[in-house]
């Protein structure tokens, strides 16, 4: 699939299996999410533009390499994608970060947006979008339109799993921003649920329902 990144890590299918399982506690949910966050993360940076800086090591000067340009924003789709977001953070702690706070109307499954908070230099840095579902894509190409609309205009696009019928909506609204993914499932169901999936990726995070 072009513009889609499998991330085929043994840790990170062993512990999506584990999430997927509905005997899984919801604190057990969170954690692995988080552990996965890591290893998502480390792959979705895995090209980032680097520079030297000149630093003393106690034994010799030496021209080290750093992470060249601005900070990186990572911009979390509420509520889930702060699942991802925690353990970015760990990783990039210098990252600024935007909230788009969206949620799947559940009978017409659009995305309505309740919040956006997104720092004002969108244009000159790598945002990448963390949500852990990519369903009919309806939230996730909201939230990239929003970002761009700010200004946005380079963007990689990060989740745990998601449906074939959502990548290629999203590949088509935003052929521009690749994305990341653990996974790509088999199919939607009629409710708009990735198949076979996790279920409802909030709720099992947050124990709501
Ligand atoms: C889930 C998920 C995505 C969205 C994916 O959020 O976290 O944002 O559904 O579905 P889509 O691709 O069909 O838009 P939800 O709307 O359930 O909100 P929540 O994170 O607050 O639970
Ligand atoms: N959102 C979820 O959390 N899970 C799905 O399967 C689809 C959308």
Redesign the pocket.
């Known amino acids: 699939m072009q513009g889609v990144t499998i991330v085929d890590h043994p840790l990170v299918q062993h512990k999506l299996t584990i999430m997927r399982d509905k005997e899984t506690s919801t604190a057990g949910f969170r954690r692995l999410l988080r552990e996965i966050s890591l290893l998502l993360c480390y792959e979705v940076t895995r090209d980032l533009e680097m520079t030297t800086r000149v630093i003393e090591t106690p034994i010799m000067e030496m021209k080290a390499p750093t992470l060249e340009g601005k900070k990186l924003v990572f911009a979390s789709?509420?509520?889930?994608?702060n699942g991802l977001l925690d353990g970015m953070l760990d990783l990039v702690p210098a990252a600024r970060v935007a909230h788009v706070g969206?949620?799947?109307d559940h009978e017409t499954?659009e995305?309505v947006e309740y919040f956006f908070k997104a720092p004002s230099d969108l244009e000159d840095r790598l945002v990448i979008v963390v949500?852990?579902?990519?369903?009919?894509?309806?939230?996730?190409i909201a939230a990239v339109d929003r970002l761009k609309g700010r200004g946005a205009t380079n963007l990689r696009f990060l989740c745990l799993l998601a449906a074939p019928e959502?990548v290629e909506r999203f590949r088509k609204a935003h052929p521009d921003v690749p994305i990341f993914t653990a996974a790509v499932d088999e199919k939607l169901n009629e409710k708009?649920y990735i198949v076979p999936g996790l279920g409802?990726?909030?709720?099992r995070m947050y124990g709501t329902k």
Do not use: E, H, Q
């Open positions: 789709v509420l509520r889930a994608g969206l949620y799947r499954l995305a949500d852990p579902m990519l369903a009919t894509a309806n939230s996730a959502g708009g409802d990726a909030g709720d």
